[in-house]
């Protein structure tokens, strides 16, 4: 049996930066383990930028401004001593990471440089060309190599398991050689990202963010925070939903409708393009609904006139996507673009140091929920999110570590994982992954999308149930143990299934609407009745069952949100 | 951008000969001569044009490629004609050498000012081209198979490009870099039967002969072996740094392998002077390392 | 503004090989293949999705982003190395006038199944050239309340090799990783040449250590990486950068340093290459009887050897401008340093 101090799962910002964190003391045991390879992480497609107020762009910005802003993006939900906590260590952790070698861009005076965002009062994302996330990704994973982290590359975490008071450890596939393993762990910190997969075809997301972790916790009876909130990117490309930058919208392209108006004069006149993601998703959806899109609903981003050198010099990555995903080169051409679904606000439920009601087990980064992003995120907060919580639950679970001795691991631990695998390989059947996946997917977008109301959320309750009950009786045709990506998929579905039918149910039961949530039958805010968290468990019946937190309001009283 | 001249219809260009037409190996701009003479094209020796440096130059000094390449090409620019030459390293080194000072107007100015200290100015202009494009596009195929007196019958032969034509993507813009086929159009018209083998776009090992000869050699070897094994009559490349290695390391090369083969190589020019009349003295043959026996 | 009507769609009925492989419980590698009608846009991932979920749920690749950052799903399709995310298959049937395409798990390296190889090797390789910043205390100040200060410039000279999403085409392409297997590969030889340059960075001397333990002097530049590159980083161009550093930095007594010295010189002293006298330069006194031997083949040729070369006319001005060109590197050289 293997044993850690700490295993990690995930290898994105989130888990690299706890890795890094834990490792630095050297006296403990410290593994990442991860679906893919660290570099291949989600973390990597994050283009725009990380927010931080180092005043180097406008000396005047403050993190108090950045916590505000924070706040009144994410529409008063937000728990604001975590709000507060993230942007006041924001410069910290963002130095840190120039210090450990990343290649940010920088000002005339050689400093970091900083560029607008959605939401931001100032300009305060930092930025290295439209790749930050990328070169983060990598300035981490380096690191990691020379700080002699363990990693486990290709390795699918199944349980998490633990005695209801604290962490034992988890038991994952060996993806190559489809080997079962229990790792014992005293501490487990769950970065496995978000699960915008749930929106099957009309989704930024990579084909493994299908909210494992999430998943796992679920069903290890911990409690998940927040999942209706689901953020739509206002810019995904038309044909893939691949993401286009908001940094695009920050370096000063338009958003024009099928009549060629800049339409966002509509909706937030004082910010235009750069309202919070939000607002401009739900912009667009009108615009393509009263008729005003083009051809397909789409609307356009328009860089033309920024000229051709600048696109060359600060978006050449989303330039080469436009042309090889949608046959665009926006230097010439506005971009055909739709809302994408991008980023899970909800995830598993922890304090600040990210821990979670049992001891030893954290969640850090987008699968988790502290809140930092409450019902909407800013732009260039995740990336933040990843690198100051990934960082405390690693100096946390460091402590921790050291506090306690190893656990004792069940014996039968791999029983649930053996069972389920066997189930799957076990004869014939007419239901396919691919096919319960399209209609999980069509179903989402249709009913829980940026747009909902009670009837459709119903049926989407319905519908899920229908789903899951299809995938008692999936069976998967590929029976071979060396690396099955038939299998892995199979059981990614399992995973996306459980946490659609919190999203549907919570967005059910969420009578209001705010950020990111939208009830067309409830279109205002309701703070007298909704200033408050979404909590979901796993009942004992196996049903989940939603109860209710309140927000965490410290300076910031609930306004209205108006851009 | 100079275009090919048409004077009393022969084609004409500004010739860069390279190093390994010099020396021992001078017999080659002999060939090329007398070849294109049999094609209508006449070649204009560059005045003042140094080695290229082969790449090898920008280890120690990128701005002196930079300079003394513009300066080759300034120096068809001044001619205006085509800049042509047979070496398939010194075109893709140049074509770099064009594709950056075009992209980089910074460095385009910086080169120019030292290069006005000499009274030289390099436009940039100039279309750059190698013998199979001269032969394949602007002598054109229905030209060459009039000129075709000795047809090759059948003969089975393995085309090598070599990689410094092919590589990268836009090094050069007359046809595909994954699929090319000024070769084999040149060696069907001349009546050859193209036979496909394994190692065909594999690198020969030229560059790496004095930085590491060991894995120089063993990769000649592997090209050889792969055409082997398809039983061909002879290899042709139109590379001249490629028929250095697949002919002149041939001999080491199969030794080293363990093996007991001999394959005859041609250098393309080589064989359209065969087949357009020239007798095997002409080409000087005899000069192989590896025997040549061609009744054509 | 409306967008233009009536798209150029194209379909054609195309055969997909692929190369199919269980090591362990195939004998060798096989092909299957498959039959699909291929549409203007679809990428190569698309179609292999496609076969995967409609006609072959076995059918074993790797991919994750689908928008080429993440580096998964490099394959070989007619032998030549791409990420299958972002290449269109279309055009590919097109340039080569066939019906049929054959895809390839990336050279080099083991197969773990069909299309998935193992890249231990090269994170191996990557990992021996301390692929990470090693702060200079000079540069990087103690306190965290500081960025270390940089120029956009500084950045500029190895932004492009940051690039990289480690995606390994340039490795699967690699003329010198086919010929011996010990070779580090462009990519990591790049990494080694991003830290090197970094003004933050402490550790060059220890990388271009590794380099060379590596075959920094293998590569053959016969520029496939640059080729395949999806990121454009052009590993080759950052292979000669790093012989470079290394011979100002003083090491001098490699073949190809020796190499690199002479071509140098030669041009600017005959305005070409002497190659006659390579082997002794190169080789030192071993080099003998190689120019004995080149010699006596010239002499049965009925040619006279010489150890010169003739120095070429346009010798003189090549001298003058290689004179201007030191000129200004050394100012800028100054400019640095102040």
Known sequence: MLTYDILIVGSGGAGLYAALAARMAEDLRVAVLTKVYPTRSHTGAAQGGVNAALGNKDPADTWEQHWFDTVKGSDYLADQDAAELMCREAPKVVRELEHWGCPFDRTNEGKIAQRPFGGASRPRACYAADKV??????????????????????????????????????????????????????????????????????????????GDGAALAYRAGLPLKDMEFMQFHPTGLRRTGILVTEGARGEGGHLLNGLGERFMNRYAPEKMELGPRDMVSRAIETEAREGRGGPEGEVFLDLTHLGRERILERLPQIRQLCIDFEGVDPAQEPIPIKPTAHYSMGGIHTDLHGMTPVPGIYAAGEAGCVSVHGANRLGGNSLLDILIFGRRAGIHALEYARSVDFPAVPHDAQAAAADQIKTLMDGDSEETTAGIRRAMGNLMSDKAGIYREEKGLTEAIAGVAQLKERYQRLRIRDNELTFNTDLVAALELGNMLELADLVVRGAQARTESRGAHSREDHPQRDDEHWLRHTLASRGSDGEPALYYEPVVIARFQPEARAY | MSDTKVKADKLHYAFYSGCCFQGADARFFDILNQVFDRVDVELHLIEGAVCCGAGVIEERSELTSLVINARNMAGAEAMGLPFYTPCSTCFNVIANVQKRLRQDRHLFDQVNEILAEE??????????????????????????????????????????????????????????????????????????????????????????????????????????????????????????????????????????????????????PELVGLACGLSADQMMLDWHAVPVNLRL | MTEAINPKREKILANIRIQRFIPGSNKAPYFDNFKMEVETGMTVLEVLRYLKNTQ???????????????????????????????????????????????????????????????????????????????????????????????????????????????????????????????????LTIAKAYRFSVDPRDSFRGMRIQAS???????????????????????????????????????????????????????????????????????????????????????????????????TLPGQEVAARLYAAVRKREKAKKVEKEL
């Not at chain 3, 340039?95 to 231990?120: C, H, Q, W, Y």
């Open chain 1, 133 to 210: 996330g990328h070169v983060m990704l990598h300035t981490l994973y380096e690191q990691g190599l020379r700080r002699g982290v363990d990693y486990f590359n290709e390795w699918m975490t199944l349980s998490l398991l633990h005695d209801g008071e604290r962490c034992q450890g988890v038991v994952a596939l060996d993806i190559r050689n489809g080997k079962l393993h229990t790792i014992q762990a005293k501490a487990v910190i769950l970065a496995t990202g978000g699960h915008g997969r749930i929106f099957w075809n009309r989704t930024s997301n990579a084909y493994g963010n299908t």
């Open chain 2, 119 to 268: 009274e030289i100015e390099y436009k940039g202009e100039c279309k750059l081209t190698h013998t199979l494009w001269v032969l394949a596009q602007d002598v054109g195929l229905e030209k060459l198979a009039e000129r075709v007196i000795n047809p090759l019958n059948g003969l089975r032969v393995a085309s090598y490009y070599g990689c410094h034509t092919r590589n990268p993507l836009d090094i050069q813009s007359y046809e595909s870099s994954d699929n090319p086929t000024s070769l084999e159009d040149i060696l069907q018209i001349l009546g050859a039967e193209i036979i496909d083998y394994e190692t065909r776009t594999d690198c020969c090992g030229y560059h790496a002969t004095w930085p590491n000869n060991q894995m120089s050699v063993k990769m000649t070897g592997a090209v050889l072996q792969g055409a082997c094994k398809q039983e061909v009559d002879m290899m042709v490349t139109s590379c001249p740094l490629c028929f250095k290695n697949l002919d002149g390391v041939q001999p080491k090369a199969v030794a080293a392998a363990g093996e007991d083969f001999q394959l005859p190589v041609l250098f393309l």
């Open chain 3, 56 to 186: 072959d749920s076995s059918l074993t690749f790797r991919a994750f982003c689908r928008s080429a950052i993440c580096g998964s799903c490099t394959v070989r399709v007619n032998s030549r190395s791409l990420l299958a995310c972002s290449t269109q298959l279309l055009p590919i049937l097109k340039d080569f006038g066939k019906s049929s395409v054959t895809i390839t798990p990336m050279a080099n390296l083991p197969v773990i199944r069909d299309l998935v190889v193992d890249i231990e090797p090269v994170i191996d390789k990557l990992a021996r050239m301390h692929p990470y910043l090693v702060e200079t205390r000079e540069c990087i100040p103690e306190a965290i309340e500081l960025e270390c200060l940089m120029s956009q410039k500084e950045v500029d000279t190895f932004g492009y090799v940051t690039d990289c999403i480690l995606c390994g085409a340039c490795y699967s392409a690699c003329s010198s990783v086919k010929a011996d297997e010990g070779y580090a590969g462009p």
């Open chain 3, 212 to 310: 060379m333990d590596q075959g920094l002097w293998s590569c053959v530049q016969c520029r496939k990486c640059i080729k395949v590159c999806p990121k454009d980083t052009r590993p080759a161009d950052s292979i000669r950068h790093m012989r470079k550093i290394s011979i100002d930095d003083g090491i001098h007594d490699t073949h190809g340093s020796r190499r690199a010295i002479a071509y140098t010189d030669d041009v600017e002293r005959y305005g070409q290459v002497n190659k006659p006298m390579l082997p002794v330069v190169v080789y030192g006194t071993k080099g003998w009887t190689a120019i004995e031997a080149a010699e006596t083949g010239l002499q049965k040729l009925g040619l006279k050897p010489t150890r010169e070369v003739c």
